[in-house]
């Protein structure tokens, strides 16, 4: 077993990271204003993705890839990306931004959950009480929504916490992969094949609904999602994931919803019912309960991939 602390560079970069995704939910409901949201997604990863592979081009040394990586690509890129992103811009038009940004909180309530059937590690009872209690503060947050309380609805609610699962599947499967492999390959091929299934979803919905003339405030909120969000964040993401097991780096999630309901607060006015704050601390209180002294991963200690 490595007992080496990660770098603290690794921390740093999921510190940016949930920074970086904070702002982007506000960024999220700027978008919306301007583009539908799964052509919003596109646009992040066909974007995103053309910068990383140029640069992962320009790269000396560039790693092979094998048809048994690329198949694991595919299903990153589907799960991270395209399912995660259809499920929270669908949901963001939904909802507040502030409700988003705490019911992605609960990623790291999955991942345990996850790591249970996925990684065979046992929670201990103090363990099962955060991830309970946690788990009544988003059904709180969700009934909530079903009433409308700081606008929000109860779809827009279902639909960020289906993203949020999809997140949790991400950051265990992940691992693996990026303990061998580099945070930009990793990232570019992610991004290409987010781009790749999302585009029939945006036919789809472009046939269905239109395709509106954005207007400057939301194309520059296209422009912060992708160079802030899906270039510099992923790669910062995954990078904090080759050092760090996942149900620790998880845990850095529980910024998010502090930097996404500051930031909603300021930029879009959006205020918190009493009802809706105590739901919040109970997910954070939940979250931080179920993690606390956290175990390596066995995915941390696995050999790399054949």
Not at 164 to 169: E, F, N, Q, T
Request: charged fraction near 10%; hydrophobic fraction near 55%; aromatic fraction near 10%.
């Amino acid at each position: 077993m490595d007992d080496r602390r990660p770098p603290l560079a690794a921390y740093a970069a999921l510190l940016g990271t949930t920074t970086a995704f904070g702002f982007s939910f506000v960024a999220t409901k700027f978008a919306l204003r301007g583009f539908e949201p799964l052509l919003i997604a596109l646009l992040r990863f066909s974007l995103a993705g053309a910068i990383l592979f140029l640069l992962w081009r320009l790269r000396g040394g560039r790693e092979r890839l094998s048809r048994r990586e690329l198949a694991r690509l595919a299903a990153l890129g589907f799960v991270s990306l395209t399912v995660y992103f259809t499920f929270e811009n669908l949901g963001i038009a939904r909802t507040s931004a502030s409700d988003a940004a705490i019911l992605i909180g609960a990623i790291p309530i999955f991942v345990s959950v996850l790591n249970v059937f996925t990684l065979h590690e046992r929670n201990s009872g103090a363990e099962w009480t955060g991830i309970l209690l946690s788990f009544a503060g988003v059904v709180a947050l969700i009934e909530l929504g079903a009433r409308g309380a700081g606008g929000s609805t109860l779809l827009g609610n279902l639909l960020v916490l289906g993203a949020s699962l999809a997140a949790a599947v991400y950051n265990v499967a992940a691992r693996r992969l990026l303990v061998t492999r580099s945070a930009l390959f990793v990232t570019t091929f992610q991004n290409l094949f987010g781009a790749l299934f999302m585009l029939p979803l945006a036919v789809a919905e472009a046939l269905l609904v239109g395709v509106r003339s954005p207007t400057a405030q939301a194309t520059g909120a296209v422009a912060y999602l992708v160079l802030a969000c899906s270039v510099c964040g992923y790669l910062l993401l995954n990078y904090g994931l080759r050092f760090i097991e996942a149900s620790k780096a998880s845990v850095f999630i529980n910024l998010t919803p502090v930097v996404a309901v500051a930031a909603a607060y300021v930029l879009l006015g959006e205020r918190f019912t009493a009802g809706q704050l105590v739901a919040a601390v109970v997910v954070v209180a939940g979250v931080w309960l179920a993690n606390r002294g956290g175990r390596v991963s066995p995915a941390a200690e696995a050999p790399p991939p054949g």
